[in-house]
């Protein structure tokens, strides 16, 4: 039986599946962004294929965004609180 859980060390979003908006590369060459941009703001994430395992929060990943398959990466990114949610990943499977 195979496992639909991954362990990671790095958090790789799209746009869609909730990387900040207002995190871009254009505004980043024109002011470059510090970690005090975004103190004590909370961003959150969706409908990654699989289930992620992070250690125990807080915990540090690399933020990653994916921008048609091409990886940009950002830095760390706190994760805070993690959520799996099973049944609403067999709702989605039998779509």
Do not use: C
């Amino acid at each position: 039986m195979g496992s639909y859980i991954e362990l990671n060390d790095t958090l790789q979003l799209t746009t869609e599946q909730g990387f900040p908006i207002e995190l871009t590369l254009e505004k980043h060459l024109q002011h470059p962004f510090t970690a005090n941009d975004f103190d004590g703001k909370i961003f959150s994430f969706q409908n990654k294929p699989n289930a992620r395992l992070f250690h125990l929060a807080p915990t540090r990943v690399f933020l990653v965004h994916n921008i048609d398959g091409k990886w940009l990466y950002w830095g760390h990114a706190h994760i805070i609180e993690q959520t799996i949610d099973a049944k609403q990943k067999l709702l989605q499977e039998n779509l």
